[in-house]
């Protein structure tokens, strides 16, 4: 009995290393609409070569796929390697590496036309695709806030400027990424205004307190859009003397009627609202990609010499010109998070097996938290 245990215990362990071996990948339908997410075998690492570090993955976070732009790039494939952000040790370096040394911990975002998943036990990675993870700072904490905190920065200092003394709206403020922006923002001294679409996540941002300093509450004042009864412009203008609102990150908006829209997005703001509380010289950034502007919609922005930026924080990954730039946030958010300035919104670990499932959910927004694999 005992040695059928034995025997039990040790065919559960070679399942497991071979998982470990595999990555995850998303294949694609003939539709490019239902997509699957499958462990498929890895090759083995290459042998390390030029400025590439030889990487052993401890934990990998999931962000949504964007197969719209993959397939714009022309990187669109049979089978798209999952998990792009990931956090480990550096087994090796190569002859030209000289960022790393072997043993550092590390953090970074892999590349967009990387072909190998982040749920691999080892990847090859080029060193300026990863910055040094601070001693204090969890695996599971390093990889679940860099891709936030990256896109974070983005919207508050490349697209922005916030400053002491700005409004930040954030909408939906309760999500990983939103909650990110709020701290941020709060950090640099602007007061903070988000919006919540159940109780729960008001209930949430109105518990939002820093973990240094003074600890007041990190938004001002938190519109629930969940019943119908609030107005977000008249809350936002009354919340700022009439004003308006100087930054504005949404998280989605209607383009069109009410009644035209899914049902998914009928609780997010319309356009024309966001346009109405921005204030003079305000700027709004936008996740939305397919943002479309009537003549009447860009005469009011004229008037109020406002501007509407993008946030696309694929950018980095598209050019290499400001790849100094690039580091320097990276470094900057693991210093934030470092320091308690950033408390990511994550949660529980998830084992590798389960990461298909995992994957899914995040595909879908089917989640509320940031999803974490350990390995």
Known sequence: MNELGG??????LVIILQLKMK???????ESNEDVKFVFQDKESVPHVYDHYVKLQVKVCAFSPLNIKLLMELKLQEDFLPIGREVAGVVLEVGPKVSFFKPNDGVV?????????????????????????????????DAAGTIC????????????????????????????????IVIQLAHHRGAKVISTASTVEDKMYLEGLRPTVGIRQPLVARVVNLYDGKVDLVDSCLEETG??????????????????????????????HDILSLL?????????????????????????????ISFLNEEVWQLSNMHQGKYLHILKDVMEKLSCGTFRPQLDEPIPIYEASVAMEMVQKKQVKKKQVVRL
């Open 7 to 12: 025997l039990n215990r040790d065919l559960g």
């Open 23 to 29: 990555g995850l990948y998303c294949h694609l339908a």
């Open 108 to 140: 970074g975002i892999l590349p967009l036309d990387c072909k190998e998943s982040g749920l691999s036990n080892t990847l090859l990675v080029h060193e300026h695709s990863l910055v040094k993870k601070p001693e204090n700072v969890s695996w599971v």
């Open 148 to 179: 936030d905190g990256l896109r974070a920065y983005m919207a508050l200092h490349t697209h922005t400027h916030v400053s002491a003394g700005t409004t930040v709206l954030v909408m939906e403020g309760a999500n990983p990424f939103g909650t």
């Open 242 to 271: 009439g004003l308006g609102v100087n930054i504005v990150i949404d998280c989605g908006v209607q383009l069109y009627s009410k009644e035209d829209e899914p049902v998914a997005k009928q609780h997010l703001p319309h356009k």
């Open 279 to 307: 204030s003079v010289g305000g700027h709004w950034v936008t996740t939305v990609e397919n943002l479309q502007l009537d003549p009447p919609d860009s005469q009011f922005l004229f008037r109020k010499a406002a501007t």
